[in-house]
């Protein structure tokens, strides 16, 4: 298992790298840090292996051009597992206003690469 300090800077490299939208970056930490196995578990989604996490992502930024992945708030890790809670900003398509959500993710290790997480967020609100 990692330090807890590693896990935090994975996440902000992790959501850093997001943010630049570059799918081969993404894919190369997903390679580094995801086991071969890797299931991703998003509601209303279903469970996505690795390669379907990187679809999810590539259709999220073509969706939400300026979709941005704000630094966690909280880290906790416990054992093998490691919850992460972290907001996301974007422009709604709809009514151009700035918006914000909150989001959840709870991954389990296995030594050093996620083999399993779950995420869930909440809807976006428009920022006052």
């Given at each position: 298992?990692?330090?807890?300090?590693?896990?935090?800077?994975?996440?902000?490299?992790?959501?850093?790298?997001?943010?630049?939208?570059?799918?081969?970056?993404?894919?190369?930490?997903?390679?580094?840090?995801?086991?071969?196995?890797?299931?991703?578990?998003?509601?209303?989604?279903?469970?996505l292996g690795r390669e379907g996490?990187?679809?999810?992502?590539?259709?999220?930024?073509?969706?939400?051009?300026?979709?941005?992945?704000?630094?966690?708030?909280?880290?906790?890790?416990?054992?093998?597992?490691?919850?992460?809670?972290?907001?996301?900003?974007?422009?709604?398509?709809?009514?151009?206003?700035?918006?914000?959500c909150v989001g959840m993710y709870?991954?389990?290790?296995?030594?050093?690469?996620?083999?399993?997480?779950?995420?869930?967020?909440?809807?976006?609100?428009?920022?006052?």
């Amino acid at each position: 298992m990692l330090s807890e300090q590693k896990v935090r800077e994975n996440n902000l490299r992790w959501l850093d790298t997001c943010n630049t939208k570059d799918m081969n970056a993404i894919a190369s930490l997903a390679d580094e840090w995801l086991t071969p196995n890797y299931s991703f578990h998003y509601p209303n989604v279903g469970t996505l292996g690795r390669e379907g996490l990187l679809e999810f992502l590539r259709r999220l930024f073509n969706d939400m051009p300026d979709l941005r992945f704000n630094a966690p708030d909280d880290v906790i890790v416990q054992g093998d597992k490691v919850a992460v809670r972290r907001s996301l900003s974007r422009t709604d398509p709809a009514s151009g206003k700035r918006q914000t959500c909150v989001g959840m993710y709870v991954c389990h290790y296995s030594g050093e690469k996620i083999t399993e997480a779950w995420e869930v967020v909440s809807p976006w609100q428009d920022e006052a």
